[in-house]
């Protein structure tokens, strides 16, 4: 008897309409157009740094040296990019890609 035909290979899937996938919503759904997963899930994210930097900020007196004016852009940056990066880190990106990782 002859051998059985291989089954047809599954349809290939590019990485790039895989990330778009995740990114973007399906097309045919204008109302969604602006809804799209990684915004979803920014956006609670967010609200929570703005809540905390507000917080960091409430009843706090103006810095009285430059060091104690570093040490509170510092807490700020860590609130609003993430340990480690700075609004120096953002505008070095700004100037190199014309868009922001970040915003303000």
């Not at 905390?52 to 990019?81: N, S």
């Amino acid at each position: 008897a002859p051998p059985a035909p291989a089954p047809p290979a599954p349809p290939r899937i590019s990485w790039l309409s895989r990330l778009g996938s995740r990114l973007f919503p399906p097309p045919g759904d204008p109302a969604k157009f602006f809804t799209y997963p990684a915004l979803s899930r920014g956006l609670p994210s967010r609200r929570r740094d703005e809540e905390r930097l507000l917080a960091f900020f409430a009843g706090r007196a103006p810095p009285d040296t430059a060091e104690e004016a570093r040490a509170v852009g510092g807490r700020a940056d860590a609130i609003l990019y993430g340990r480690g990066l700075t609004s120096a880190d953002r505008q070095v990106h700004l100037e190199r890609y014309g868009c922001v990782a970040w915003t303000d």
